[in-house]
């Protein structure tokens, strides 16, 4: 086995999108020689509807373990995965990626993209973009899986 040149760094969001990201980070791991770490930035979709719940906490650590879980999951199906680690942050997602890949010498980093269409029009307004911030902001390759069809 080759020696670990320089971690890739993939930032994990909820669907397709964040799958693809995640599978192909996983390839480009085994490609380089090196681990992968799966980063899963909290957003208002960990967090139930309404904020007055009394299992409001409870529900919102419940679907962080599910998306735990889904990541797991992904990584296990791969017939020859990469050794990796997964971690769950909190803050702007393009800070804590950069930070991230910084402090562990990324040799990339690697999101998904939400794709096109009117959808993406509207998420593009609301939240914005995570790989065009890292893009503008970053001095290590960005790669941008594109949507599925």
């Not at 794709?115 to 893009?135: D, M, W």
Request: charged share 20%.
């Amino acid at each position: 086995m080759e020696p670990v040149v320089g971690t890739v760094v993939v930032g994990y969001g909820r669907g397709e999108a964040g799958d693809r990201a995640v599978t192909t980070a996983a390839d480009l791991a085994v490609r380089l020689s090196t681990e992968l770490l799966v980063v899963h930035v909290v957003d208002a979709g960990d967090y139930p509807v309404d904020p007055d719940s009394a299992s409001f906490e409870a529900e919102a650590q419940d679907a962080l373990g599910v998306a735990h879980d889904h990541v797991a999951a992904l990584m296990g199906g791969l017939a020859d995965g990469p050794e990796w680690k997964q971690r769950t942050e909190r803050g702007d997602p393009v800070t804590v990626l950069a930070e991230l890949a910084e402090s562990c010498s990324a040799s990339m980093i690697v999101v998904g993209s939400r794709g096109g269409g009117p959808g993406g029009l509207l998420s593009r307004v609301l939240e914005p973009s995570v790989s065009h911030g890292l893009i503008r902001h970053q001095t290590r390759p960005v790669l941008v899986v594109p949507a599925g069809h």
